[in-house]
Structures are given as C-alpha cells and as structure tokens.
C-alpha cells in the first residue's frame, strides 16, 4: 500500500473532515494523507476549501507572507482576485484549483469523474469521506414540513443526496470511508421505510446485490466496540459519537459510519476506537480573545448607544429582581459597570498587524498548538461582533447575568425559561410562551461545553449568547469556529451569514483528526 492515501472528500463544506485528514502527522512525522479532491457547490464555502487548498500546497508553517497578506486585508478589495493572479505561485494555485472544485454531486457527473481520474493519478488506495446535506433528516426541518401538506417525502431529492456518495464509493472503491450525518437520520422514514436502514443496507454492498464479484463493506462506529465480525450494530444509536466526549467543546452528537472494504476489514479491532477525553469548556476556548462590544442596529452605532441599551435595564431591576433575585440584579449592575472596560472595538474581519498576547488564555497548552499558526504569527480574523436591537441587548444582558448566577446556584436552570421573564424582557413574539421555544435565548456556558453549533448562528445569534455579560452580544465567527474546533489561520471566505452556515454546518476539524489516526492505524500508516 502506498504511503500516501488519497482523501476524496464529498459535499465538503468548508473543509472540516478534510482538515482533520490533511493536519494528520503519525509518530513518524509523516503526514500519511492527501487530498485528492473536496467537492462543495456552494460558492463561498468553495471560496473557502480553495484558499485552504493553497494554504498547503506549502510546509506545514511554511505559508508565504501572501497568504497572511490576505487574511490581514492587505491585498485590496478583492483579494481573493489578487491573491490568485500572482504568477509567482502559478502552480500551487492550480493544484488548489484542481483540488477544490465547485460542483454538483448528480448534476456535474462527467467532470467530476474526470477530475477524479485526474487527481488521483497512479495512487488508487484512497479514503472517501464526506456528509450528504442534513436538512431532509434533521428533526428540526422535519417538524416544519409536518405542516405542508404537499410534501412528499419520496419526491424530496435531499433524501437521497447520499446515493451520490454511493456512486462515487462504486466507481473509486476506497479501502475504507467516513459518512456523517445529523442524527434524526436514525428515525427519518421515506415511504414508510426508514431511511438509515436503507443507507446501512447500500453502503454495505454500493453496487447493488445483483451484481456479484464486488468486495462489500463492513459498516462500524467509531464510539461503541463491536465484535472482529461485525458488518452492523444491533442499535443504531451506536453509531452516535457524542463530541464533547472525544475533546471537542460542544454537545454536538453527530452519526458516523465507519466502513471497511471486506479486504481490509480483517485488519481491524474492536479498540480501534475514539479515544475520550477531558471535557472542555467555552471559556476553555474563547476565553482568551479580545473583548468586544456588539453593534446597536436601528439607531447610531457607536459605544455610547450600546451602553445606553444595556443601561435602560436598570428601569426595569426592580421588576427583575422579583423574577430572577438580588444575585441577577447585583451581575447587573456590575455588568453595566464593566462595560466601561471593554474596548471601544467591534473586532475585524481580517486579521490586524497585531493582535494580544494572551488570545489562548488558559487553554491546554496541546490544545494552543492545534489552535496557533505554526508561523508563530498572533491571527484573530473573523472575529467582528455583529449589531443587535437595543431590546434583545436588554434581553442578552439578563440572560447572561441569570448564567452568572446559576453557575453557583444548582437550583437555577443554566438560562431563564419564558415564565422567567419580566414583562418588560417578554419579545413580542406569539409563541414565546408556548413552550416551543423555551430556549430562543440561550447562553453559551462559560464552565461547561457549548450546545450544538448550527447554522441557526447565521439568523439572530439568539442561541449563542457570549457568556461574558459585560460584552452583551451573540458569538463572533471566530468563537463558533474555535468551538468547532478550526484553526485561528482558517479563514472563512463570503459575508458573515455565509461564514456563519459555513462554520455551523462543518465537521470538527480536531475529530477528524482523530478519525484520521484510526484509519491511519488500519492501513498501517500509523
């Protein structure tokens, strides 16, 4: 088998399970993967897989001064444009171009096919990974559809976006490949039938079963041992890998299959497993950036109208006090008081010539080394603030004064429920109380890990509530990245809603790196 295994990566988003693969490095210091392709048809999350693509095409901390020039906002207003046209790198950015393309898995079939025979050369070992998009099987777009009724589920195109992932495993017929998913996959049901059985079923045997000759798959999971023989698991929900268990910082439980060509599939043992780790928290990974102050939308945006915002509460302490305590008025207080600390800064897009010393603040140090550019370089891009109504500053302050307090406090939920709620704090939204949407405002945790980071964050920012009162906003891109675990020289490409679905619909880099080592001990690339 050859040293170098080619990654072919479907329905990539911005590139997380590739960066895992990619950032690899086996006790030999060898980095036993490389990309062969990553294929995404959404425009900016391209834009971002291409400008990661040229990021290593260079050694590992060996990225020319162009590269930073371009994450620093030196390179003009296009600078993607400019960084493209520089004859000096003519052939990294065409190996960048012929690994990330911006294609259609089902509708550019004959180019894509092209492009593989082309990148992978001579090399046929390779490893498919890659997630066919959620949104048919996630219980959140589930329950919208219940009230359409002329939905009809074996119409729905998305239900079936993962035979996509079939073809492409029938015509390269990987050693071994990843599949992720959300996990209403497991009860999602089309015609009757439901879904995961079905997927389980084809990923076994891609071809088809009329078709005989073909070496199958066995299908394993990457968090519960099974035995030497097994081709699937009796409970789906063992496919389940419950992220903040593995080091990663957020409660984000995800299906992963596991599969092995019948070949290679002797080879593997039941401890070839996630190894788990510490828990990490939100201030484990946040807690070192910069202090911001949010924008104030409707109104001047500047540091005297925000703190005007927050400080319309304190009409209203009286009324809090009845609803949440003295605790919550007095973090209140203090908050306000606070602010006066936080600099007049809303952050930036690009990364500045110089950022703070301790922008890793008490995190682990072998957890800085995954996060750090190798350059050595302080980078802090992607992490602007975004403006809030003057109402739901008042609304973040209090929920974020309430977590304060519930941290000391077991008897307090970690976030007010509506009957928590002051009237003069109540949205003039009809299903507030409904029971619904009992956690339209929640507060990200400074002292345990984050809830699931979704693409939601793109819409209001509501259900990710810096913890920190005193800076009263929703998280930065850069702070939803870290939680996902993206190196702070990852930089997102598009407006800040698309750099906000890219990093919410992404697969933790760091887990992948840790999925990587297991196939890396598979194939005896270790």
Known sequence: MSSKISVIDLFAGPGGLNEGFSSFVNGKGQSPFQTAISIEKESSAHSTLLLRAFYRQFPHGEAPSEYYDFISGRLGPRPESSLYSLAKFRKQIARAREEARCLTLGEHDDEIDAALHTSMGSNRECVVIGGPPCQAYSLVGRSRRMSDASYVAENDGRNFLYQQYLRIITKCRPVAFVMENVKGMLSAEVGGERVFHRILEDLQRPWGRSKKGGLGYRIYSLAVPSGVDAGVLDDPADYVVKMERFGIPQARHRVLLFGIREDVAPRWRPN??????????????????????????????NRDTWRAAMSGLK?????????????????????????????????????????????????????????????????????????????????????????????????????????????????AHSNFASGHFADRFRVQVENRFATTVTSHIAKDGHYFIHYDPAQCRSLTVREAARIQTFPDNYFFVGNRTQQYVQVGNAVPPLLAAKVAQIVATLLNVH
């Open 272 to 301: 070839l497993l996630l190894e788990q780790a510490a828990e990490l928290t939100v201030r484990d990974v946040i807690g070192g950036l910069p202090k911001l102050r949010s924008g104030v939308s409707r109104t001047d945006d």
């Open 315 to 427: 009409a209203n302490l009286a009324e809090v006090r009845a609803h949440a305590g003295a605790r919550v008025v007095e973090q209140i207080r203090a908050a306000i008081d606070e602010s006066l600390t936080v600099p007049d800064s809303r952050g930036q897009n690009f990364s500045p010539d110089s950022v703070p010393a301790r922008i890793f603040g008490s995190m682990p140090r072998s957890l800085r080394r995954w996060y750090a550019d190798p350059s050595g370089r302080g980078l802090l891009c992607n992490h602007e603030s975004r403006s809030h109504m003057p109402g739901d500053l008042q609304r973040y302050l209090y929920c974020s004064a309430w977590a304060k307090v519930a941290q000391g406090n077991p008897s307090l939920h970690p976030f007010p429920k509506p009957s928590d709620y002051p009237e003069s704090l109540i949205p």
